[in-house]
T-cell receptor, first 115, second 114 residues
Framework: KAGVTQTPRYLIKTRGQQVTLSCSPISGHRSVSWYQQTPGQGLQFLFEYFSETQRNKGNFPGRFSGRQFSNSRSEMNVSTLELGDSALYLC??????????????FGAGSRLTVL | GDSVTQMEGPVTLSEEAFLTINCTYTATGYPSLFWYVQYPGEGLQLLLKATKADDKGSNKGFEATYRKETTSFHLEKGSVQVSDSAVYFC?????????????FGKGTHLIIQP
């Protein structure tokens, strides 16, 4: 079955702009999580969505937001971009977390550069 | 809060050498433990996992044993190959079916020389 698909793979924005990233999960996976990866901070949890509801949120400012659609696809949005938002944004999906599914499958990531 | 500590490297070894990447953790409750691997330009792939004390996860010649008494989950491989060059992440999850994300270590960059 197809893997986790993230688009776009690469993008360049300038400070103050906003960006939207997309993630399509593996068929049957209903939970989508987002992580930010930077050389300095490593991998940090942003948020998780399941059944179109945000289940949990990491320690990021309100400029970072997300949503999930009825087909389980998810988008994350970053508004008022700052230089420090430059990172690889990884999407990870899993089955029903309420059933104990805790193995994540990651996409290849969207690399955002803010100039 | 939960945390994972691992050597960051880079760790440079010759082909066929023995590999150990140390990982220790701090967590409330009884976490599940994971090793993920990231090849250049790619996302993370699950390498192995263990869900309870004394479990041994294994895959592709890699092994790690969940040691509750030392809160460790060290990754080992008897004979590494050039193709094993990648970044390796130790991670934990205390949620099981709960809502929390994975907590990752900073990653260990492994370089295998022919």
């Amino acid at each position: 079955k197809a893997g986790v698909t993230q688009t776009p793979r690469y993008l360049i924005k300038t400070r103050g702009q906003q960006v939207t990233l997309s993630c399509s999960p593996i068929s049957g996976h209903r939970s989508v999580s987002w992580y930010q990866q930077t050389p300095g901070q490593g991998l940090q949890f942003l948020f998780e969505y399941f059944s179109e509801t945000q289940r949990n949120k990491g320690n990021f400012p309100g400029r970072f937001s997300g949503r999930q659609f009825s087909n389980s696809r998810s988008e994350m949005n970053v508004s008022t971009l700052e230089l420090g938002d430059s990172a690889l944004y990884l999407c990870a999906t899993r089955g029903d977390p309420n059933s104990g599914a805790n193995v994540l499958t990651f996409g290849a990531g969207s690399r955002l550069t803010v100039l | 809060g939960d945390s994972v500590t691992q050597m960051e490297g880079p760790v440079t070894l010759s082909e066929e050498a023995f590999l150990t990447i140390n990982c220790t953790y701090t967590a409330t409750g009884y976490p599940s433990l994971f090793w993920y691997v990231q090849y250049p330009g790619e996302g993370l792939q699950l390498l192995l996992k263990a869900t309870k004390a004394d479990d041994k996860g294994s895959n592709k010649g890699f092994e790690a044993t969940y040691r509750k008494e030392t809160t460790s989950f060290h990754l080992e491989k008897g004979s590494v190959q050039v193709s094993d060059s990648a970044v390796y992440f130790c991670a934990l999850s205390t949620s099981g079916g709960g809502a929390d994300g994975l907590t990752f270590g900073k990653g260990t960059h492994l370089i295998i020389q022919p």
